[in-house]
């Protein structure tokens, strides 16, 4: 089997999800205890301020502005201790910090809006959007983790927020990733998708599901689509991955190929689940689908693959 790096495209589909716009240089190996500090006292310090799953938002120019200095985010009671260093910018150090002033609090000129809405809406850039990411997922990590699971001490703090250290047992534990795999099962003329409970009228999408521990990404794409569909895979190739602060996962995209036509549609999961072929889905992504069938907004990984198939012809 030949390994087709060097027909590979210069810029991996990945690029061009929501969310993979990130460009701080992380510094991973120079991570101190006191990084957070250091960076604090850079007078070039950014700010990301982040409240309950929403990122605080300056008016600026008709437009939005998400990064604040050091000085002017103190009178919306955050919280520098608990930030975490996400790492260097070409102006500076760039930290997440949790805020306490609640939204309705905030002045007006500031505004508290949902992770999902900023990404969905474009209300930030492709750098800030892939920082946002970053620093909602190490926030929601701290927040959930914060006493050790070894004796129930509550940890501390290190390495700029990328570790805690239990001070009673010495236990190290570090942020988690959850890997979700996301597949669209397809053949040259048609593409299985599927309706969730909870989905926007008219959206549907590729069918996910978590990957277990002992399996491999293939394994989960063809358990997962097996479980919600009945449809049996043969092949399954990887395409693309997405960050996903929600609250910290990682959306491996991957196709499949069937091996049968007959759903048997997990209804406790779905709504509905259905195959469709290219002319519909090609018009369910221009938001052309007579019946008012659409695919997920661009920025989701769920829309690449589905892009990516639709435009194979």
């Given at each position: 089997?030949?390994?087709?790096?060097?027909?590979?495209?210069?810029?991996?589909?990945?690029?061009?999800?929501?969310?993979?716009?990130?460009?701080?240089?992380?510094?991973?190996?120079?991570?101190?205890?006191?990084?957070?500090?250091?960076?604090?006292?850079?007078?070039?310090?950014?700010?990301?301020?982040?409240?309950?799953?929403?990122?605080?938002?300056?008016?600026?120019?008709?437009?939005?502005?998400?990064?604040?200095?050091?000085?002017?985010?103190?009178?919306?009671q955050v919280?520098?201790?608990?930030?975490v260093l996400?790492?260097?910018?070409?102006?500076?150090?760039?930290?997440?910090?949790?805020?306490?002033?609640?939204?309705?609090?905030?002045?007006?000129?500031?505004?508290?809006?949902?992770?999902?809405?900023?990404?969905?809406?474009?209300?930030?850039?492709?750098?800030?959007?892939?920082?946002?990411?970053?620093?909602?997922?190490?926030?929601?990590?701290?927040?959930?983790?914060?006493?050790?699971?070894?004796?129930?001490?509550?940890?501390?703090?290190?390495?700029?927020?990328?570790?805690?250290?239990?001070?009673?047992?010495?236990?190290?534990?570090?942020?988690?990733?959850?890997?979700v795999a996301?597949?669209?099962?397809?053949?040259?003329?048609?593409?299985?998708?599927?309706?969730?409970?909870?989905?926007?009228?008219?959206?549907?999408?590729?069918?996910?599901?978590?990957?277990?521990?002992?399996?491999?990404?293939?394994?989960?794409?063809?358990?997962?689509?097996?479980?919600?569909?009945?449809?049996?895979?043969?092949?399954?190739?990887?395409?693309?991955?997405?960050?996903?602060?929600?609250?910290?996962?990682?959306?491996?995209?991957?196709?499949?190929?069937?091996?049968?036509?007959?759903?048997?549609?997990?209804?406790?999961?779905?709504?509905?689940?259905?195959?469709?072929?290219?002319?519909?889905?090609?018009?369910?992504?221009?938001?052309?689908?007579?019946?008012?069938?659409?695919?997920?907004?661009?920025?989701?990984?769920?829309?690449?693959?589905?892009?990516?198939?639709?435009?194979?012809?």
């Open positions: 089997m030949s390994i087709r790096l060097f027909d590979a495209p210069l810029r991996e589909p990945s690029q061009f999800v929501g969310f993979a716009g990130n460009v701080i240089d992380r510094q991973s190996e120079n991570r101190a205890d006191d990084s957070v500090e250091m960076a604090l006292a850079d007078p070039s310090v950014r700010l990301l301020l982040m409240h309950g799953g929403r990122l605080y938002l300056k008016l600026r120019d008709g437009g939005f502005d998400p990064w604040f200095g050091a000085e002017e985010s103190q009178p919306l919280s520098l201790d608990h930030g996400l790492g260097f910018s070409d102006s500076g150090p760039v930290l997440a910090v949790p805020a306490g002033l609640d939204p309705e609090q905030l002045p007006e000129s500031i505004k508290a809006i949902d992770y999902r809405s900023v990404y969905m809406q474009g209300l930030i850039d492709e750098a800030a959007a892939g920082a946002m990411a970053q620093g909602a997922a190490l926030l929601a990590w701290h927040a959930s983790h914060r006493f050790c699971s070894k004796c129930g001490t509550e940890a501390e703090m290190r390495a700029g927020g990328y570790k805690r250290l239990c001070p009673a047992c010495a236990a190290e534990h570090f942020p988690r990733t959850d890997p996301i597949m669209l099962t397809a053949t040259r003329e048609k593409c299985l998708l599927g309706r969730g409970r909870h989905f926007a009228p008219g959206m549907y999408s590729a069918l996910a599901g978590f990957i277990e521990p002992g399996e491999t990404i293939e394994a989960a794409v063809r358990r997962e689509t097996l479980e919600e569909a009945g449809i049996r895979l043969g092949r399954v190739v990887y395409h693309a991955s997405q960050p996903w602060p929600f609250p910290y996962s990682l959306m491996i995209g991957c196709f499949g190929e069937p091996l049968n036509d007959d759903i048997q549609a997990d209804l406790n999961e779905l709504e509905d689940c259905r195959w469709f072929f290219r002319d519909e889905v090609l018009s369910m992504l221009a938001r052309e689908h007579p019946g008012g069938l659409v695919t997920p907004p661009k920025g989701a990984i769920a829309y690449n693959l589905i892009r990516a198939w639709a435009d194979s012809a």
